[in-house]
């Protein structure tokens, strides 16, 4: 049966996760071509408090913009530590990858500007204690050496900031109250919603905290160089010595989030609602035209995709966006180190390079190639329905054709997420360029930790000519009861050349936190799950409403692929190992379930 065109309005593995950027690459830093100083000292923020700063200023010739010895300034702002005790002298530090790495400095200096590195409060060799993991408090602190590098002697009184996952979201907290001297921002794999980052639709992300928390043994407390280097001079390791004392008051993450099941819930030691009081969107000066530049890096598998979109659709101010085929520690492909020399050359140097003329959106569309668009349009402007059991056929399940099933133990929250750590494209991808053709390709499923068991109920369409998906796949299903901690997983598939499947998009729900409700940011037209103890549902006696929203994608799939929806649920345990549950999915009329995918008006081919 063919599908039905329905027209709409527009609308290593745990640890790779953090480690990424800590520790990604720990080959020798790449030599620098330009001359260079580094001084290291402490600057205090308006509480007294002391953050450990190095900056590395090019050779006095190198100036910029004409007045000698006056440099554009870029901040970087870690947890991860500015640089470790056993990087050399005269050395970049080497540790990070992509836009937390070295080559950022090597570039950037060589291009005639000053790099500067910050400690987090908390953390490295910056004095202090976290009450929580990313919040207000830094909003204030970046203000406050940012207004510090713009007054200094050497400064242009222009400033950017760089870098990617806590790096980048610490971007978007830098708006909230942003300095004078702050200009432009290049954020990559960015959080924007606290909650959505610990908690995917109600399930709880472990990894996260268990990678965090071997970050910060390793950082803020590792001996034998293996910890961050002391502040230049005499009292330096005195005063390393007595900021680790102070992080030891630093709150645990996984013990302060972790009971905090809904989006309003309340830390019982400080009253503070965390996962509100730490998302961006709650603040609201960012939905106003705020004068800061914003550059978005996203990656189509990384677990943040979504947060990119929402922060672009939710910001004012000059914006771009831009999205790769990667994974979260992943920038291969396009020189993005020089993309963000052009964006700071015209943000930081009024340059006229032509960079706010292209188009606001680049993408890189899979199986087709780099795009580029003036807007995002979630839904596109048609939908096509794809109705389970009809124009999606069911597949017989491995029990059924004498098929060894799949007998992957582990819970959703233990297997699902880690989808987004890339650990089998490591050394063939990062940092390649041009980068090898599997690095555009759509992921093995075999490679992705999902959780299919024997109960994984297929859907499965062959496409009679060419198709294009733009936009944020939607997932309509019709369940039988269920308890009320069923997680359940969607994942969309493909086809390989091998035989095996890809993955295209997905998504995973809590059954509890399937109520839908007003969106308090632009929410792109798709469902709400606003997931507050007073959304939560018990479930019906007779089919339940499922509508999800699954991961945005841009993709081609040619004729004669195939597309393949896969639904699994399953019953968690304390132990974090759950058991499989069949699910009886409702295809009657009134009751039909559905796969919307978005497209436009030239999607089929």
């Not at 602190?141 to 713009?150: E, S, T």
Request: charged residues 20%; hydrophobic residues 40%.
């Amino acid at each position: 049966m063919r599908p039905k065109m329905l027209f709409k309005p527009a609308k290593l593995l745990v640890l790779v996760i953090v480690l990424t950027f800590f520790a990604g690459h720990l080959a020798a830093s790449p030599g620098p071509s330009a001359a260079w100083s580094r001084f290291s000292q402490y600057v205090p923020v308006r509480d007294g408090t002391k953050i450990a700063l190095d900056c590395y200023l090019p050779d006095r010739s190198a100036a910029s913009h004409g007045v000698e010895g006056r440099y554009p300034v870029i901040l970087r702002f870690t947890p991860y530590g500015r640089r470790l005790a056993s990087t050399p002298p005269q050395k970049f530090p080497p540790d990070g990858a992509g836009l937390n790495g070295p080559k950022v400095l090597q570039r950037f200096i060589q291009r005639g500007y000053a790099v500067c590195i910050a400690d987090a409060r908390g953390y490295g060799a910056s004095f202090g204690f976290r009450s929580t993991w990313l919040g207000l408090q830094d909003a204030r602190d970046v203000r406050d050496i940012i207004d510090w590098l713009g007054v200094q002697s050497w400064s242009n009184r222009n400033v950017g900031m760089i870098g990617s996952s806590w790096l980048g979201s610490v971007q978007y907290w830098a708006l909230v109250e942003p300095s004078h001297y702050l200009k432009a921002v290049f954020a990559g794999k960015a959080q924007y919603d606290h909650y959505a980052t610990f908690f995917d639709n109600g399930i709880y992300r472990p990894d996260l905290e268990r990678a965090w928390q071997n970050v910060r043994d390793i950082v803020d407390f590792g001996d034998d160089g293996t910890g961050v280097a002391a502040v230049d001079g005499d009292q330096g390791a005195a005063q390393l010595k007595a900021a680790r004392a102070d992080h030891r008051a630093n709150t645990q993450l996984g013990a302060q989030i972790r009971p905090l099941i809904f989006r309003e819930s309340v830390d019982t030691e400080t009253g503070q609602s965390w996962h509100l009081n730490n998302s961006v969107w709650f603040h609201g000066p960012l939905q106003t035209n705020q004068p800061v530049a914003v550059y978005h890096v996203a990656g189509w598998w990384d677990a943040y995709l979504k947060a990119q979109f929402l922060a672009y659709s939710n910001f004012g101010g000059p914006q771009k966006l831009h999205v790769g085929p990667y994974f979260h520690g992943e920038t291969f492909g396009m020189d993005l180190i020089d993309e963000a020399v052009r964006w700071f050359d015209h943000w930081l140097l009024d340059v006229d390079n032509g960079i706010m003329s292209e188009p606001a959106i680049r993408f890189y569309r899979i199986g087709a190639g780099w795009e580029q668009h003036v807007k995002w349009l979630a839904s596109g402007d048609k939908a096509l329905e794809l109705y389970l059991g009809s124009d999606l056929e069911r597949m017989p399940g491995p029990k059924a054709t004498g098929q060894r099933p799949v007998t992957r133990p582990a819970s959703i929250n233990e297997d699902f997420l880690k989808r987004n750590n890339g650990t089998f494209r490591t050394g063939l991808c990062a940092d390649k360029d041009p980068a090898p053709s599997g690095c555009y390709s759509f992921p093995n499923l075999e490679n992705m930790g999902l959780p299919f068991n024997s109960e994984t109920q297929r859907f499965s369409l062959s496409l009679s000519r060419d198709l294009e998906v733009t936009g944020h796949p939607l997932a309509t299903l019709w369940l039988s009861p269920l308890s009320n901690d069923t997680e359940i997983s969607i994942v969309l598939a493909t086809d390989l050349d091998d035989g095996q499947q890809g993955y295209v998009s997905a998504a995973i729900l809590k059954a509890s936190h399937r109520q839908h409700s007003k969106p308090p940011i632009n929410h792109l037209g798709l469902p709400w799950l606003n997931q507050g103890e007073l959304d939560v549902e018990q479930m019906s006696p007779g089919p339940t409403l499922i509508e999800v929203d699954l991961q945005p994608v841009a993709a081609r799939f040619s004729a004669g692929s195939t597309l393949t929806l896969m639904i699994t649920a399953i019953q968690p345990s304390p132990q974090g190992r759950g058991s499989p549950q069949l699910l009886e999915i409702d295809q009657r009329d009134g009751h039909r379930s559905s796969l919307r995918l978005p497209v436009n008006s030239e999607a089929m081919l």
